[in-house]
């Protein structure tokens, strides 16, 4: 079964700089998705980035970067120019492949608290 | 075009009592996820209906829970009894059928609280 192992349950980052939130996975699968997703307080889940397993590029969102080392079963997942908006609690998920849609597995969070 | 929503958003009950979930998906969306968050901890899946079968319920508790999608729109679930370790967030999550399925859009959650 895989897993997703975020070790920073709090991160704290002054407004307008960079922090980077770490998610390491188990899978024995070769191919598959990554997600991060964002929780505001008290508002919904929203997708903030995703990245396949087989594209070696990483993905970019605006400001939202992601590090995909596949060797390394990392996925850490980079703000820049952090903005009051981006406090909120931050999900890494995992996905296997399918055409019938399948579960996410989730880490058990990060929460992100920007300064100002 | 709406989104995922879900009813009620908080409920508190009595260990014993039973409690039912609705979540109505996006319009069109095939895929229908239901998934637990209790005590701070990690997202949990609980089950997955494609249309109104269901294609994985493996993650669902025990026989206290109760999943069901009429005719492919809405879903909901059922805690019957309730018991003390059942409270939590409970969200719901759709996609669009197929490869175009990759991301899943969630309702705001249910808040459970069982005394």
């Known amino acids: 079964a895989q897993t997703v192992t975020q070790s920073q349950p709090e991160m704290s980052v002054q407004e307008a700089e960079t922090v980077t939130l770490s998610c390491t996975y188990d899978?024995?699968?070769?191919?598959?998705?990554l997600f991060w997703y964002k929780q505001p307080p008290s508002r919904q889940m929203i997708l903030v980035i995703r990245?396949?397993?087989?594209?070696?590029q990483n993905a970019t969102e605006n400001r939202f970067s992601v590090n995909f080392q596949k060797a390394a079963k990392s996925f850490s997942l980079k703000i820049s120019d952090s903005q009051l908006g981006d406090a909120a609690m931050y999900f890494c998920?995992?996905?296997?492949?399918?055409?019938?849609?399948?579960?996410?597995?989730f880490g058990a969070g990060t929460i992100l608290r920007v300064k100002s | 075009e709406a989104g995922v929503t879900q009813f009620p958003s908080h409920s508190v009950i009595e260990k014993g009592q039973t409690v039912t979930l609705r979540c109505d998906p996006i319009?069109?969306?095939?895929?229908l996820y239901w998934y637990r968050r209790v005590m701070g901890k990690e997202i949990k899946f609980l089950l997955h209906?494609?249309?109104?079968?269901?294609?994985?319920e493996s993650g669902m508790p025990n026989n206290r829970f109760l999943a069901e999608r009429t005719g492919g729109t809405y879903s909901t679930l059922k805690v019957q009894p309730a018991e003390l370790e059942d409270s939590g967030v409970y969200f719901c999550?759709?996609?669009?059928?197929?490869?175009?399925?990759?991301?899943?859009?969630f309702g705001p959650g249910t808040r459970l609280t069982v005394t």
């Open positions: 899978t024995s699968e070769s191919d598959y998705y």
């Open positions: 209906f494609v249309k109104e079968s269901k294609q994985d």
């Open positions: 990245q396949e397993a087989y594209k070696q």
């Open positions: 999550a759709s996609s669009p059928p197929g490869l175009a399925g990759y991301e899943q859009y």
């Open positions: 319009s069109g969306h095939d895929n």
């Open positions: 998920a995992y996905r296997s492949p399918s055409p019938y849609g399948n579960k996410l597995v």
